[in-house]
């Protein structure tokens, strides 16, 4: 993936443009990375300022040194386009780079992260400084990769935006009268006569339109990629070696990933779980998820590109990491497909919001601190797997769809639970359920999923809006065997966002042997169960009342009006099988429909044996990375002969685990 890497990654964002009048430590980072293992860092984030001081003067010499002597210490360097951050002279003299909030106030020039998107003079500026980056750097042998800007994010209302949205929706619409139409406009009397009452959606202008706050996120989406397109293809021009990455986000709602990563060669984000609050159990669930969506964006392995070596500066609870959880957390990533651990940041500045925030090196300036000990320990991990782990696929018999379209739609919708559907939350209790049993799977959207016939499983929890002929490839993957799992709230908008007419889940009451009728929702407290032969398990939130037409019905509602109608069914199709869970389950619930799902279908699981609660395993390539998190040792039953590539200890029958530890076995 990157053609001058032979190796994982191991280092971190570091800022040596903050120590420019400090040569010594430039000197003593690079003696440090060393001691710690390190051999990769990301410079020239947040530089603009040092590297075009006033407009058209650029300033290269600083960087110039600082990268020869990476080069020299054999430090890889990942160098960032500086888009994240504008000098203020450029603020000043050009406005039209300021964000304008949904409130239509320009913002003032300060933070980060708040340019407009649209701004001509900004993208041109941005491919100007690429281009002479790319000039001066993207042939020196330290310089492995692009960092393009810095996470990416928000939304911009100016009238370059608003003009911008217009013609986006001309290009799409291509009549007003069809964008009314589609718009379902006559309702409330929006109907548009002149594009230009057509403006974005905010407090200020109109949320009532679901159509036209989909369509927004889609436009601020593609906006966005159009931004990073011009980054790439600036510094791709000048040179196509070298490949390109954006820091991604966890849980991120502003743009469609699947669509942003086809403009990166490498996928890579930063990943900052909260350890040691409530559940680690379910935190550990959460970030699984989230970087197996990650691999899933490009289908190959990804970069951890920040994480904190310590703790944060700007959690409520800025909470250490107690002993193993680095290592754990670290090896957690790798295990899902990471080829890197990196870090925010390498050394803590001496001012700012970031003075505080976990660094490899403190402001004592030494080695010799537990977080030092902590991140060598991992260090010295990547190497010892580097053979049996770097670069190897993860290959899933699991799909979640998981679409970033429907998650908007969800989230305007008003039915239901108000704003509080909960759909990444749902998605994450279907996926823990395969999680806490060794079983790796991949996510796709409904616009990248052209082929589930590799998959045994497929699952699209609370697929509300089904675009893009989606109905048509499910039940063409039932038809020909494939297993689906559906839920309620699904099949209901098209991507319009308008209700499909007729009986519902549209297009797949004949996969499902059920249609729709009615969608409950409880009040906080107030609860149901699912009944089946096997048990009775807890139902909250949402229960949506079916009429099954030729599926079995698995389980029933417990209570309430439709005490004792279908809850959950199973109904087999063409060569292959669907389930509908029709209410929101507990965790328990899922866990007992896919433990028999697992075993009815033969999936793969890593490691054959019942694992005490809180330790999970996760298979890459050959290797099974056995994770204890909780703060309790554990005795696990092996399945096999099998040495802990860490320690290269042999390990069979039954073991111990310490609190918060990790083994990588190979049998
Ligand atoms: C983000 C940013 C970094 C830094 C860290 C702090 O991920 O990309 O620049 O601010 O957060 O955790
Ligand atoms: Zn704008």
Not at 125 to 144: G, S
Not at 201 to 218: A, F, G
Request: aromatic share 12%.
């Amino acid at each position: 993936m990157i053609p001058r890497v032979t190796g994982f990654l191991h280092g971190g964002d570091y800022n040596p443009d903050q120590w420019l009048d400090r040569p010594d430590i430039l000197e003593k980072d690079i003696e440090l990375m060393h001691a710690a293992h390190v051999n990769c860092v990301s410079v020239g984030i947040f530089s603009w300022a040092l590297l075009e001081p006033e407009e058209g003067r650029y300033d290269f010499k600083w960087l110039d040194e600082v990268i020869d002597r990476l080069y020299k210490g054999g430090i890889y360097v990942i160098l960032a386009t500086p888009s994240g951050a504008r000098p203020a002279w450029m603020a000043q003299q050009h406005e039209e780079v300021l964000r304008v909030n949904g409130q239509h106030q320009r913002m003032h020039f300060g933070h980060r992260h708040n340019h407009c998107l649209t701004s001509p003079y900004y993208r041109e500026k941005v491919r100007q400084m690429n281009t002479a980056l790319a000039q001066r750097y993207a042939d020196h042998p330290a310089v492995i990769m692009w960092h393009l800007s810095n996470e990416y994010s928000g939304q911009c209302h100016c009238p370059l935006c608003q003009q911008a949205f217009r013609d986006w929706l001309k290009e799409k619409y291509g009549t007003l009268e069809n964008l009314n139409k589609k718009w379902w406009t006559t309702f409330w009397s929006h109907r548009y006569t002149d594009w230009a009452q057509v403006e974005a959606p905010s407090p200020m202008t109109d949320t009532s339109n679901l159509s036209m706050l989909v369509d927004w996120q889609r436009f601020t989406s593609w906006q966005c990629k159009t931004f990073i397109d011009n980054e790439r293809e600036s510094v791709q021009s000048v040179t196509p070696k070298l490949p390109c990455t954006a820091n991604l986000m966890e849980r991120f709602w502003d743009y469609d990933y699947f669509s942003l990563a086809e403009s990166m060669d490498i996928v890579s984000w930063d990943s900052y779980p909260e350890w040691h609050n409530a559940d680690n159990v379910a935190e550990a669930a959460d970030f699984a998820m989230n970087h197996d969506i990650m691999r899933s964006l490009k289908k190959q392995p990804f970069l951890l590109m920040e994480s904190t070596p310590s703790q944060v500066n700007w959690k409520p609870h800025n909470k250490l990491k107690r002993p193993g959880m680095h290592l754990l957390s670290s090896l957690q990533a790798v295990a899902h497909g990471s080829d890197s651990v990196q870090y925010f940041q390498w050394r803590k500045g001496r001012g700012g919001v970031e003075m505080f925030h976990g660094a490899v090196v403190g402001h004592d300036g030494t080695g010799d601190t537990r977080v030092f000990r902590d991140v060598t320990q991992v260090g010295m991990a990547l190497e010892k797997l580097q053979s049996a782990v770097w670069q190897k696929p993860i290959k899933p018999e699991v799909c979640i769809l998981f679409d970033w379209e429907n998650r908007w739609a969800i989230d305007f919708a008003q039915t239901g639970q108000m704003g509080n559907m909960r759909y990444f939350d749902t998605v994450n209790m279907h996926y823990r359920a395969l999680w806490e049993k060794g079983v790796s799977v991949d996510f796709c959207d409904m616009r990248a999923c052209t082929d589930l016939s590799g998959y045994k499983l497929v699952i699209a929890p609370m697929l509300f809006m089904l675009r893009n002929g989606m109905e048509d490839k499910l039940h063409a993957y039932v038809e020909n065997g494939g297993a689906l799992v559906m839920t309620y709230f699904s099949g209901v908008v098209d991507e319009y966002n308008l209700a499909y007419l007729g009986e519902t889940p549209h297009g797949l009451t004949d996969v499902l042997g059920i249609k729709t009728l009615e969608l409950d929702a409880l009040y906080p407290g107030q609860g149901n169960a699912l009944v089946t032969e096997n048990g009775r398990y807890e139902i909250g939130e949402l229960c949506e009342l079916i009429a099954p037409q030729g599926a079995k019905v698995l389980g029933t509602y417990e209570s309430d009006f439709y005490a004792g109608d279908a809850a959950f069914t199973h109904h087999a199709f063409g060569k292959g099988q669907s389930w509908y869970i029709a209410a929101k389950l507990s965790q328990e619930g899922l866990n007992a429909i896919y433990g028999d799902v697992i075993k009815q279908l033969n999936l793969a699981v890593a490691l054959q044996t019942k694992l005490p609660a809180g330790v999970v395993t996760t298979r890459r390539g050959e290797c099974i990375f056995v994770q204890n998190y909780t703060d309790q040792a554990q005795r696990v039953t092996l399945d096999g002969a099998y040495t802990n590539l860490l320690n290269d200890e042999a390990l069979q029958g039954t073991c111990t685990i310490a609190p918060f530890g990790v083994w990588v076995l190979k049998k």
